[in-house]
């Protein structure tokens, strides 16, 4: 990455990564910037990050200030092409083998804010030390909101069940703390178990319009608390998990 950033001033050709509200979520944010950003290193290429003032650019940042770039800027180029997460849905079809090309360490790109790392006494008093993660995303159907807001009113994500409880109960003896996006479910399973943990986070999905500054804060604050634990388990499939395990190379299982 620092060679990138060294001959960053010598290249001609310009991509602005242009990642708005409604685009996707936190693993969407960070993954489909990855992977332009392998695209740019591999062809010389400068990458730009559009400034676009949503919440996400307040949380999550990046290293190095000369890839953002505000509009102003941007209009005073002339070769400059925009890249949108659509660009690369294909690509971005998250699972840890799409990866394995991409040798760039997340945490070598990104940073949490401090605000982030205040914020987990807030919603985990009693953090502790050593820990496992379950990451369970229902999926957009069944998230708690106004409906009138959720673009993807029929993504339900699959999980099962059976499996979800087994690997609970093969971890008896470890600190897990249980994410999913819907305060019902999550409170289900800390009730049937004694040694889950969970949040008291306002919940809310990132790329919602009617989403709080709360509900995103506390949300990228999970996404932290779950890249420093020392297993990912992802009961269903979703990029917030895969992303956050790849944060800090987090051993992930699916």
Do not use: W
Request: aromatic share 14%; charged share 25%; hydrophobic share 35%.
């Amino acid at each position: 990455m620092e060679n990138y950033i060294n001959n960053y001033k010598n290249f001609d050709k310009i991509y602005i990564y242009d990642f708005r509200l409604g685009l996707g979520g936190i693993g969407d944010y960070i993954k489909y910037f990855i992977i332009l950003l392998k695209e740019c290193m591999d062809n010389n290429i400068k990458l730009y990050q559009r400034v676009n003032n949503i919440e996400i650019e307040k949380y999550i940042k990046l290293k190095y200030d000369c890839i953002y770039i505000t509009i102003s800027d941007i209009e005073k180029l002339n070769n400059a092409v925009y890249k949108y997460p659509q660009h690369y849905y294909e690509m971005g079809e998250i699972s840890h083998k799409n990866f394995n090309d991409i040798d760039i360490p997340f945490n070598d790109v990104f940073y949490f804010d401090n605000s982030v790392k205040l914020n987990v006494i807030n919603i985990l008093p009693s953090n502790p030390i050593n820990y496992i993660s379950i990451h369970l995303r229902l999926g957009d159907k069944f998230l708690e909101t106004d409906k009138n807001h959720v673009l993807c009113k029929n993504d339900i994500r699959a999980f099962s069940e059976e499996q979800l409880y087994k690997f609970i109960d093969n971890a008896q003896d470890q600190n897990i703390i249980f994410f999913c996006d819907n305060l019902s479910y999550k409170t289900k399973i800390k009730n049937k178990y004694d040694n889950i943990i969970i949040t008291d986070s306002q919940i809310g999905h990132t790329s919602l319009s009617n989403t709080t500054n709360k509900e995103i804060l506390d949300a990228i604050t999970e996404f932290y608390i779950m890249s420093n634990s020392e297993l990912i388990y992802g009961a269903s499939n979703s990029g917030f998990s895969i992303v956050a395990s790849l944060m800090n190379n987090v051993k992930y299982i699916s």
